[in-house]
Antibody, heavy 121, light 110 residues
């Protein structure tokens, strides 16, 4: 079955850029039925959608983060990636990648285990 | 401040039936289907209910969902200790062209 795995630095300095990669196994990011998403969860808080990408490269971002976010896809490596610039302590969170089913209905059916990113000097 | 509104907490005793509500607006729940996610302590969210009332393979039929207008509910019957978790509702938002979540409900099994 499809599995997602996040990877990247666990510690990022304030004002720098957070970079994470999600590797997809057991399936293909080139599947036309899905968007590939990033979601985050600050400590003790709820879930926040960051953005998603289609295999073609088209993206959509949460307006609250849009000026700082970039999501890209590498179909040859079956991966998609997140970059969040100018980070502050408020960006400390567990970051999840997820597959977003997007045919007639929308729902995130497969999630990665998450990776903790701390913003601190 | 989450776009969808859930009660922060709920509780019940083993065997009881509990419900968790989720309220939204015409741009999300009012015009799209609702999904529910279960997050056990220290783990990633897991899809529990999709398209209002559908259960993925492996989810017990003790879990059920419903939707009416701009609100939705998750019901858990025959409550078990292993159901103690955070539950999140979510729906597509046409204004955002993306998903929105509720703030989560922490379910305690007494």
């Amino acid at each position: 079955q499809v599995q997602l795995q996040e990877s990247g630095p666990g510690l990022v300095k304030p004002s720098e850029t957070l970079s994470l990669t999600c590797t997809v196994s057991g399936g293909s990011v080139s599947s036309g039925s899905y968007y590939w998403s990033w979601i985050r969860q600050p400590p003790g808080k709820g879930l926040e959608w960051i953005g998603y990408i289609y295999y073609s490269g088209s993206t959509n971002y949460n307006p609250s983060l849009k000026s700082r976010v970039s999501i890209s896809v590498d179909t040859s490596k079956n991966q998609f990636s997140l970059k969040l610039s100018s980070v502050t302590a408020a960006d400390t969170a567990v970051y999840y990648c997820a597959r977003l089913a997007a045919t007639r209905y929308y729902y995130m059916d497969v999630w990665g285990k998450g990776t903790t990113v701390t913003v601190s000097s | 401040q989450s776009v969808l509104t859930q009660p922060p907490s709920a509780s019940g005793t083993p065997g009881q039936r509990v419900t968790i509500s989720c309220s939204g607006s015409s741009s999300n729940i009012g015009s799209n289907t609702v999904n529910w996610y279960q997050q056990l302590p220290g783990t990633a969210p897991k899809l529990l209910i999709y398209v209002n009332n559908q259960r993925p393979s492996g989810v017990p039929d003790r879990f059920s969902g419903s939707k009416s207008g701009t609100s939705a509910s998750l019901a858990i019957s025959g409550l078990q200790s292993e159901d103690e978790a955070d539950y999140y509702c979510a729906a597509w938002d046409d204004s955002l062209n993306g998903p929105v979540f509720g703030g989560g409900t922490k379910l305690t099994v007494l």
